[in-house]
């Protein structure tokens, strides 16, 4: 008898689904351009059992010069565009049953774009592997065969605007106001909600000044995750990464700008490769750009614009961005009604990470409340600051920079009493380790593992100046 599949361990679960669905089929997509924009839908087959048919939409806006027509999006720089946002849309898909076999139609991907494909599945996924608790490898995870044209990289005429994704935290207000003090630029926002589009209005970007792309998931897929298939973390970032791209080429601007920190290099589970972040992290900026330039275009410059600092001293020049405060926000939880939620590790991380640079006054107003009053929030508190061995799976800074905040607050508020969970961080060795000595060295690092063009590396100089 069969077991129920929320009754299966994850591993006994992957391999079930992996012998009842042998098989991803990416079957190819549609594209449909009207008087709204451009339309388009992929279509994925599992097995030949389920059909999934996800998309998205680019609005056209008035600052567009020129949008592509029916017949600009068949030649081969678009074509391609499309065809490998395909390739990651399906790792949503994908990850339902892990199937040992993925069938990519209409492209013949080469030995070496297998294997970086293969890895990205794998890195992105880590987190998912993890929390499933499935046991696999590299090698053994997947094969792909692909049949079809081969994609050569194209020229693009892209002009030096700067293209800068917003994600609605405290990361990309920062980018968003030294770029727009210095550079031409414009907005990109995946999905709109309240806090993007909230803080692309305090810029001073209107509904028509930003660019748009409306993704969609297919409901199916959301169906059988309450059947208990198999769901978890993917890379968001990547799927970030070749949007970007397309809206890079249909605006016609050369510079893709991501807010990534050195932070997010950090695993989240020590000792082991596994990173909720690992498409935020340098190692994928770096294997995307050589990814794109191989394959796509050299014309494109993707590159985090953050990526020399680390979340304490971003969190410092965020706190100067005062007419910010009443809009940003970095809880996913409540990222559908556009609140902090004040009960998930990246609200406590938030609130941490600003609280040297921030009057708690102030600090309540932004939240709602003292998180560190928060009793709930011990647990999280653990996690963030090294005392439990695994971080919390969200895009938080690394564990040292949550004892130097710590530290910087404590010292700050030395002659008041102490809020719950700083009274018992108090009394924990990690305090003694997050001294002025560290604290000293991660507001003066600069990591120079990045890939700023000189304009833009003076920019951030200039500022820390």
């Known amino acids: ?9 994850g591993q006994e679960k992957y391999i079930r689904l992996r012998e009842e669905y042998p098989f991803m089929e990416y079957a190819g997509y549609e594209t449909n351009i009207d008087s709204a924009g451009l339309h388009v839908k992929y279509e994925f087959n599992l097995a030949g059992k ?3 048919r996800p998309g998205f939409s680019i609005p056209r806006k008035r600052f567009y010069q020129k949008f592509p027509s029916t017949e600009e999006l068949q030649t081969p720089i678009f074509q391609n565009l499309l065809f490998q946002i395909g390739l990651i849309e399906l790792i949503s898909y994908w990850k339902s049953a892990c199937p040992p076999q993925v069938i990519i139609k209409g492209q013949k991907l080469t030995e070496a774009q297998v294997s970086w494909w293969k890895n990205v599945y794998y890195q992105g996924l880590g987190e998912f592997f ?13 094969d792909i065969s692909s049949f079809g044209n081969v994609f050569q990289p194209q020229s693009i005429s892209l002009d030096e605007t700067v293209i800068i994704p917003i994600g609605g935290g405290k990361d990309s207000v920062v980018t968003l106001e030294l770029l727009n003090k210095n550079e031409h630029i414009r907005p990109f926002i ?46 968001f970032s990547a799927m970030l990464a070749f949007y970007s791209l397309l809206v890079s080429a249909i605006s ?7 807010s990534n920190e050195s932070s997010a290099n950090e695993p989240t589970v020590a000792g082991t490769d596994v990173n909720h972040q690992y498409s935020k992290s340098f190692a994928f900026e770096s294997d995307f750009r050589d990814y ?3 394959y796509i275009s050299a014309d494109f410059n993707y590159f985090s614009f953050l990526r020399p600092l680390n979340e304490l001293r971003i969190a410092q020049l965020f706190a100067e961005q005062v007419k910010y405060y009443p809009v940003f926000k970095s809880c996913n939880a409540g990222s559908k009604t556009d609140i902090w939620c004040c009960k998930c590790p990246k609200c ?18 932004i939240f709602g409340k003292n998180l560190f009053e928060s009793p709930q929030m011990l647990g999280y508190l653990k996690e963030l600051t090294g005392i439990d061995e695994v971080k919390p799976f969200e895009c938080v800074g690394t564990i040292d920079e949550v004892n130097a905040a710590l530290h910087m607050y404590i010292t700050k508020h030395k002659h008041e009493k102490l809020s719950l969970l700083i009274d018992y961080y108090s009394n924990t060795t990690n305090f003694s380790h997050g001294d002025a000595g560290l604290v000293d060295k991660i507001l003066n690092e600069f990591n120079t593992d990045h890939f700023l063009e000189p304009k833009f590396l003076e920019i951030i100089k200039q500022k820390l100046r």
Request: charged share 20%; hydrophobic share 40%; with cysteine.
């Open 1 to 9: 008898m069969k077991s129920e599949p929320e009754k299966q361990s």
């Open 50 to 52: 389920y059909t999934f």
């Open 130 to 142: 993890y929390t499933n608790n499935i046991h696999t490898s590299l090698k053994e995870y997947m």
């Open 190 to 235: 995946m999905n709109p909600r309240g806090a993007t589009l909230e803080c692309v209005r305090v810029a001073g970007f209107g509904k028509d000044g930003f660019i748009e792309v409306n993704r969609r998931l297919d409901p199916l897929l959301l169906e059988l995750n309450a059947q208990g298939y198999l769901n978890g973390h993917t890379p």
């Open 252 to 258: 016609g601007h050369r510079h893709i700008a991501l």
């Open 292 to 294: 794109v330039k191989q």
């Open 348 to 365: 406590l991380f938030a609130f941490t990470i600003l609280s040297p640079f921030i009057p708690v006054i102030e600090m309540v107003h």
